[in-house]
């Protein structure tokens, strides 16, 4: 597990400067790798019912993915129903494992369900985040996707839902390392989708893990029957910052042709 980036696909060292979550964006329109200008943005303001911002959908799917981010510092303001649930439904279109659809999906917006996963947080916090806030010591774009976690951390009561992606179905062959990565690869292109139709809503949204290292704590929380295991959390709330472009490592440095070292087309 990725300590101080909590699975986010934020760098955690090497390579260019990470855009940490809520951090002010760069100047509007920044260019990105390909050569396409990405704006910055902020979340919708005023009605934000489903019927206001449906038309977000609509946001090519370039942009989405050059500017989706974690996004931990969330507004405490209420998110419609309509809203998730048209985000879970674009979820619900990426592939799974022979096509079994096994999965399943809590959101979470009782106050003592998110208190208790606080609660849970906070515990695995003690140990994981004292391990991360030693490298950012050391590391600046570490100690700013540090600070946004930390937020995330001391007020995730507060974040109005939390979506818990689930797998149905018991892994029987846990030992084998293929078998795992099978099992729980199906739940993944379902969960990047939902990031990808949060980021084109205007929501703010993470892929964390943490709250759930305890997992029969975890499943009593959420009332699982046996066989549904939770994965991972995804927090969605209206953004405190801006939306803006991400800044990765060139796409030569990390595509081997063949054979690994083989980097052909680094510049």
Known sequence: MTIGADMDG??????PTADPANEAAPTDGVAVSDGAAVANERAPEGDRSFGAISDRLDMSLREAMSTQRAVRKVLPDEVDDEVVLACIELALRAPTGSNGQNWEFVV???AATKAAFARQYRKAWKLYGGVGERIAARNPSMAKIMRAVRWQVD???EIPV???PCLVGANR????SLAQSSHYGSIYPSVQNLL???RAMGLGASLITLPLWNPRRAR???????GVQPICMVPLGWPRGRYGPTTRKPVGEVVHLDRFGNRRWKA
């Open 10 to 15: 934020e760098p955690t060292g090497g390579g």
């Open 108 to 110: 979470v917006r009782d």
């Open 155 to 157: 007020h995730f009561e």
């Open 162 to 164: 939390v979506v818990v």
């Open 173 to 176: 062959f846990a030992p084998l």
């Open 196 to 198: 990808l139709a949060a």
């Open 220 to 226: 009593r929380l959420l009332g699982l029957p046996f």
